[in-house]
């Protein structure tokens, strides 16, 4: 399973991704604004659903607007 959580760091006004990957390993990365971050975000979404990903209940819509704060 793979795990990720979006959220907004209000001490550094960054958006934050943090994936905790099926083999492991972790990762965060941060952004300073809403494009960037939404940009990672597609790219990201297109290569779960590239390796056949899915949400946990089944849907092939992992991310949508989730990130928002």
Not at 8 to 35: C, I, N
Not at 48 to 55: P, S, V
């Amino acid at each position: 399973m793979t795990r990720l959580v979006t959220r907004f760091d209000p001490e550094t006004s960054e958006y934050v991704l943090d994936v905790d990957w099926s083999d492991g390993a972790s990762s965060t990365e941060r952004f300073a604004d809403t494009e960037s971050f939404k940009t990672r975000l597609l790219a990201l979404e297109q290569q779960l659903l590239g390796e056949d990903w899915k949400h946990a209940d089944g849907s092939p819509k992992l991310i949508g607007d989730r990130w928002k704060p």
